[in-house]
């Protein structure tokens, strides 16, 4: 099988019967497969797959593995091509596929891709969870072309070239089938929440690269598993991103990185209980003793990813502090960051 989309579904019956339907109508070549991976839902997604999409390949879990792992067991035996991870609340559209498909066939160096993500409660609007592509800044803060921090641009055709980004959203993300199982797929221990920024970290340090195609257009609703702001997806973004950057920095950067973002933290902590959001401060917390209990773990990681991987600092990310820009300077889009990587800016500095 050339392509596999694979969506991981856990207690979304309604998502399915809603979402399904474009995805099927609009993927329905001899070259693809549509398979739903079922996290051990107690509801009636799998009967509804079975009932009314008797065409897709249904893989039942025991239990819900989270997002990451979910995946890795969902992909452990598949051998397409190209594997594509879809949301159970996406709405593809017409011709999604192809050019997707067309990108990673001509550049055997594009280890993955994702299509420009807008949001179906708003479809003049990129959708916060992906975008037109996603990048981090220096302190590892993740952000797209067309979503700083929590705003979403209008898209205006601004960003409908095709070009290298740092990670491709999991909404809608495209792999090579044989570098995700080289690259071991997910991290399990992120559970959910930017395990596919490290996965696309740890691909670039692979020497391949990520792109956006904007050709292909689909819609997400998102918060489907997790609401936005909720106290678990506060724990799970605050701890994954110090995961993140202690597992993928290079060398000589970890230090340096961790020390301002983790101070950052507690502001953040610190804002939180100004405005009464208690819960949110506890997950803050959490998240700090997570990582912390996770070290031992982590530098093992750190030490087998720092062996077989060249370790770089990589164009796509910005030098600049994210927060600065919006917080302090009030830049709400990607296009007023006047981009500059921290390679550049590493370049500049080895040259004084």
Known sequence: MKLSIVILNWNGSAHLKHFLPSVVTHSNFDWVEIVVADNGSTDDSCALIEREFPTIKLIRLTENYGFAAGYNFALQDNNADYILLLNSDV??????????????DQDPQIGACQPKILSLQSPNHFEYAGASGGFIDRLGYPFCRGRIINHQEEDLGQYNDSTEIFWA?????????????????FDPNFWAHMEEIDFCWRIKNLGYKIKIEPASTVYHLGGGSLAYGSTQKIFLNFRNNLFLLYKNLPPGQLVKTLTPRMILDGVAAIQFLLTGQFRAVFSVLRAHAGFYNSLKRLKKQRKSLTATCVKTIHPEIYRGSLIYDFYIARKRTFSALKFQSLRAAETETNNV
């Not at 709405?91 to 050019?99: A, Y």
């Not at 959203?169 to 495209?174: D, E, F, I, P, Q």
């Open 91 to 104: 709405e593809v559209t017409k011709n999604w596929l192809n050019p997707l498909v067309a990108l990673m």
């Open 169 to 185: 959203s999991g909404a809608a993300l495209l792999i090579r089938g044989s570098l995700w199982h080289e690259a071991k797929g």
